[in-house]
T-cell receptor
Framework: GQNIDQPTEMTATEGAIVQINCTYQ??????LFWYQQHAGEAPTFLSY??LDGLEEKGRFSSFLSRSKGYSYLLLKELQMKDSASYLC??????????WGAGTKLIIKP | GAVVSQHPSRVICKSGTSVKIECRSL??????MFWYRQFPKQSLMLMAT?????????EQGVEKDKFLINHASLTLSTLTVTSAHPEDSSFYIC??????????????????????FGPGTRLTVL
């Protein structure tokens, strides 16, 4: 079956770095997405990886290892506004997104 | 980036009435749109895939006669919740799939095959 696993909740300190891991199993693979969702709002697109390696975009970076079925989202210089849920989603052979349950990130001063 | 709008943003209705939610891609054509439902503190649940000019594909457990989907144009999909009941109260979110143009086109989006989300519609059925 198809499955996405990510931690339910993480806590980090303002100014620090946090890594949110995601493992996936899908029927075929056409990319791995990370979305940010603030409470009561729709998700917003953060990153997309389809090749192995690290993609850096400002304070956020995303990594993919296709052989391991593994990705992580790295957030640097954490700010209070980064408190949100982070959703990992893998795109299968039909280009359908398989969603993780999301990781709630709590930032403390 | 690509913009998707959703209307209304919030609706409160009486039990037994029907509610229509519109999803529009504002600056790109979307042959495929998706409708999700999200209950409090839960992840997104895909309800159906809406393809322009054809019938929607519903996920298992989603009643197609209750959740009517129409994708009449390349920029508009609608979800109608018929005979709504309190248990239908939820956050309904649409997304539109942006497929980049082939290389060599006069215009490329510079993006990947990505879903962009509308802002969501919070439905409360009394």
């Amino acid at each position: 079956g198809q499955n996405i696993d990510q931690p339910t909740e993480m806590t980090a300190t303002e100014g620090a770095i946090v890594q949110i891991n995601c493992t996936y199993q899908t029927s075929g693979f056409n990319g791995l997405f990370w979305y940010q969702q603030h409470a009561g709002e729709a998700p917003t697109f953060l990153s997309y990886n389809v090749l192995d390696g690290l993609e850096e975009k400002g304070r956020f970076s995303s990594f993919l290892s296709r052989s391991k079925g593994y990705s992580y989202l790295l957030l640097k210089e954490l700010q209070m506004k980064d408190s949100a849920s982070y959703l990992c989603a893998a795109q299968d052979s039909n280009y359908q997104l398989i969603w993780g349950a999301g990781t709630k990130l709590i930032i403390k001063p | 980036g690509a913009v998707v709008s959703q209307h209304p943003s919030r609706v409160i209705c009486k039990s037994g009435t029907s509610v229509k939610i519109e999803c529009r891609s504002l600056d790109f054509q979307a042959t495929t749109m998706f409708w999700y439902r999200q209950f409090p503190k839960q992840s997104l649940m895909l309800m159906a895939t809406s393809n322009e000019g054809s019938k929607a594909t519903y996920e298992q457990g989603v009643e197609k006669d209750k959740f009517l989907i129409n994708h009449a144009s390349l920029t508009l999909s609608t979800l109608t919740v018929t005979s709504a009941h309190p248990e239908d109260s939820s956050f309904y979110i649409c997304s539109a799939r942006l497929v980049p143009l082939p290389q060599g086109s006069s215009y490329t989006t510079g993006t990947t095959d990505t879903q962009y989300f509308g802002p969501g519609t919070r439905l409360t059925v009394l």
